[in-house]
């Protein structure tokens, strides 16, 4: 504008120059009067840039130093970052063939609001009793709730099956109901081998591999914590994740299929006889992986508050007994193998030995036999094993026992082993040498016994029993499994071979006393037990038996050792009549399950007379 | 502005010369172009600025859209996956061999009793084939939890003698109190008889 109005007011031209130079000065001063000079200028700009950055250092300082994290939790509280937990699955427990014994499932527990359900309680009670098979009263008590904003209806519900019915009753207008993560431990296969699986509770693991190996199965829970709006994550805002990791898989030798069957004999064993419980235990000879391993009684484990306490446990493992007359296999094979006796020595069994104080009798009232030692494990006598062992020399049948793993735990990974009762070397005198010659005054668990055995069949090489393949640490810190299974000679193979064509004779119709366990096909080894048991109360022989059998197949090469246990049959069986024709039944199965082809060899004719 | 050099020069002395020659050359054509229009600048200053934050809104934008899409897809995956698991536990449930056994037998299929190899390279049968029967069959099932006494009473029996004594046949609730047969010959055993009882 200055440029223009000295021109309009004169009325006259200038000249050019002139007028050019007016102008510009005009203009010069015109801004100079507006901007000020440079230096003041430059001067205002750098205090309104000082005080603009001393009051966001104030805020910084006030932030950082004065009150820090108030606004980190103000943040937090005010819901726009949210936290989620990110569940690791807990690891399967598998059998031989990668089938879960024990698997998880994405879980969901329903949650209500009673507030909310209250007004239509009964119609959603019998929505959800019918849709989520809960109970129609208790549901209907959960939603009735007066004063309460939570409640379960469900839980461990398959999320499938939660998220679907709870959008089901959010569509048919019932208000109120939620679900929460609530991981599913399911186990497909009920009672099978759930005395070893174990089974989770609430909280944790409560029995079993379960809970011996823990910390391998559970795995470690992550979490994310992230910025969220209007119920979506803000894309570019800030997020950490601690990633969750996994439980690892358990792998175990069991056989699921076989470990069926060998339950489903046992039960029907033990009924059948009216016994109190039993037990029974399938060996892989050369590499002692237990296939199977049975108890009963049993329970559900996905439901084991419907069995009482007592019947959630593994007995073949933590509940020592006398094994009776099996014993009498290591007692002879550590016999032949120190050179004292073979299967061909003649003996004169009387009608009764006087052992100390006590007397010897054989389970059948007999005058002076002459037997040779296959005879007396063909009968199964008493006082001819009793009579032989006194030829072992100073704490040599300790050793042997010793050596077949009698008085040590087998640590396959179990809780709550006991290690038996194997009488120390200062206790031990000629009495308690008799006695536990025929398997008396000594006591194991299941596991031990058959691994004992499975000894001889494995041409006395001990293999230490595995329930774990390859290796697993439990939460004790052991380390089990078939990679640290252990070996070592007890007897010579000579003595092993010795002592099997002695076993075969055990089946034999004519001259053994358990006919009943033969396998049709197949040559057999095996030894009857009939113990006396000792009473919970009186410490004494309370007359009541654990009877047994145990042996393994086919003889000439044997691929399983079985050995059948019942507790206190009522029907006056043995050995032979109880547990022989379970074990036939179970070996046929593992032989016929495995392809293992009758090896065409004919069972030993030793003498057992003279 | 050209036209003033000449006169310039005509007053001012020479010995100026050099400076009025650096004068000249210099200071003219920066003040014109200084006085140049500013608009194009602008315009591209405020194209970059509007397609910038344009840019940048759409950008923001696809990329809320592609969140939304990501919780959603992880929503279904999670769906997916939980439904995946469930039927795989169906199907566990399915393989349980309690579930196939109770169907076979069900079907009347049973157990064989032996097992019998056919050797294809001699076609041979090794083992001793015995057809398979119904007797003796697996027991699958528990036996149902027993009655509470409430339910299942003791029944009452009133043992009436006969006039005439007839032996054997009355004795019914005596006998309960003997052992299991076979049983009998052992002997009580405690701790101070002398008996080391038998076992085989």
């Given at each position: ?17 002139n ?40 805020r ?23 936290t ?100 599913v ?34 795995g ?17 805002g ?16 069991i ?11 046992l ?20 590499s ?6 049975a ?10 508050q ?26 002879l ?9 073979t ?56 050793k ?63 293999v ?5 393949q ?22 010579s ?13 055990v ?101 057992t007379?003279? | ?30 003040r ?50 939980a ?56 027991r ?19 043992v ?23 049983r009998n ?9 002398s008996?080391?009882?038998p076992?085989?």
């Amino acid at each position: 504008m200055p440029t223009t109005s000295p021109r309009g007011r004169s009325g006259r031209p200038t000249t050019r120059r002139n007028r050019r130079g007016r102008r510009t000065a005009a203009a010069a001063r015109a801004r100079r009067s507006l901007r000020g000079s440079a230096p003041l200028r430059l001067r205002v700009g750098f205090v309104f840039i000082a005080l603009v950055l001393s009051f966001f250092g104030a805020r910084l300082v006030q932030l950082q130093a004065v009150e820090p994290g108030k606004y980190a939790t103000l943040a937090a509280s005010t819901g726009g970052t949210v936290t989620v937990e990110l569940p690791a699955d807990r690891g399967p427990i598998l059998d031989r063939n990668g089938r879960p014994l024990a698997e998880s499932v994405a879980g969901r527990m329903v949650v209500a609001d009673p507030l909310q359900t209250r007004n239509r309680a009964p119609e959603l009670a019998r929505f959800l009793a019918k849709r989520l098979h809960v109970d129609y009263f208790s549901t209907l008590h959960a939603l009735d709730q007066k004063n309460s904003r939570f409640a379960y209806v469900a839980r461990r519900v398959p999320a499938d099956r939660a998220v679907s019915v709870v959008n089901a009753a959010t569509d048919a207008g019932f208000k109120g109901l939620a679900t929460r993560n609530d991981p599913v431990r399911s186990y497909p296969d009920h009672d099978v081998a759930a005395n070893m699986v174990g089974f989770m509770g609430t909280d944790g693991p409560l029995a079993g591999l379960e809970l011996s190996f823990n910390h391998q199965l559970e795995g470690r829970d992550g979490s994310e914590t992230y910025e969220v709006g209007a119920g979506n994550r803000i894309p570019l805002g800030h997020s950490t994740v601690t990633p969750a990791h996994n439980g690892t898989a358990l792998h175990t030798t069991i056989d699921e299929d076989l470990q069926w069957y060998t339950q489903r004999v046992l039960r029907q064993t033990v009924l059948a006889s009216g016994g109190q419980s039993g037990f029974a235990v399938v060996m892989d000879t050369h590499s002692g992986e237990l296939l199977s391993l049975a108890d009963y009684p049993t329970y559900d484990a996905s439901n084991p508050q419907a069995s009482p306490r007592r019947d959630r446990n593994a007995l073949s493992l933590t509940s020592p007994y006398e094994p009776g007359s099996v014993e009498k296999v290591l007692t002879l094979s550590g016999l032949i193998d120190a050179g004292k006796v073979t299967d061909r020595t003649r003996l004169l069994v009387p009608g009764q030995l006087q052992s100390g104080d006590r007397v010897i009798h054989d389970w059948f009232p007999h005058g002076t036999l002459r037997m040779t030692l296959a005879g007396v494990i063909a009968q199964s006598s008493n006082i001819g094993t009793a009579k032989s062992s006194r030829l072992f020399g100073h704490g040599q049948l300790r050793k042997y026992l010793t050596g077949f793993g009698l008085g040590q735990r087998t640590n396959i990974g179990l809780a709550g082993e006991t290690a038996g009762l194997l009488p120390s070397q200062a206790d031990w005198n000629g009495m308690t040498q008799d006695r536990i010659a025929f398997g008396q005054s000594v006591s194991v668990n299941g596991v031990q016994m058959a691994a004992a055995i499975n000894t001889v069949a494995n041409g006395g090489v001990r293999v230490s029993p595995s329930l774990i393949q390859g290796r697993a640490t439990t939460n004790a810190g052991d380390v089990v499994g078939t990679d640290v299974a252990t070996r070592h000679r007890v007897v010579s193979k000579n003595a092993a071979h010795q002592m099997t064509q002695m076993m075969e004779r055990v089946v034999d119709p004519n001259v053994g006393v358990a006919p009943a366990a033969q396998v049709p096909g197949y040559v057999v080894a095996g030894k009857t037990g009939t113990a006396q048991r000792v009473g919970a109360t009186c410490g004494c022989y309370n007359g009541q038996f654990t009877v047994s059998f145990a042996g393994f197949a086919p003889a000439d090469n044997p691929r399983f050792t079985v050995y059948v246990v019942v507790q206190r049959p009522t029907n006056g069986g043995g050995g032979g009549s109880v547990a022989g024709p379970a074990f036939s039944k179970i070996m046929s199965f593992a032989l016929r399950r495995y392809g293992v082809a009758p090896t065409g060899a004919k069972s030993s004719h030793l003498p057992t007379t003279w | 502005m050209s036209s003033t050099a000449p006169a310039l020069r005509t007053r001012v002395p020479r010995l100026a010369e050099v400076a009025l020659e650096r004068a000249r050359l210099t200071v003219v054509p920066k003040r014109k172009r200084r006085h140049s229009s500013p608009v194009p600048f602008l315009v591209v200053v405020s194209m970059f600025a509007v397609g910038g934050i344009v840019g940048l809104l759409l950008f923001n934008t696809s990329m809320q859209q592609a969140s939304f899409a990501a919780t959603d897809l992880q929503r279904q995956a999670d769906a997916l996956q939980a439904k995946q698991q469930t039927l795989q536990m169906d199907l566990d449930r399915l393989r349980d061999p309690q579930a196939i056994a109770l169907k076979a037998q069900r079907m009347g299929m049973v157990l064989p009793s032996s097992p019998a190899v056919l050797d294809l390279g001699t076609g041979k049968v090794l083992g001793d084939p015995v057809p398979a029967t119904r007797l003796d069959p697996l027991r699958l099932l528990a036996p149902p939890p027993a009655k509470p006494a409430l339910l299942d009473p003791q029944a009452h029996v009133t043992v009436v003698h006969p006039p005439e004594n007839s032996s054997g046949n009355t004795a019914r609730g005596s006998h309960d109190s003997a052992g299991g047969p076979g049983r009998n010959d052992h002997t009580g055993h405690t701790n101070n008889t002398s008996h080391t009882q038998p076992t085989h």
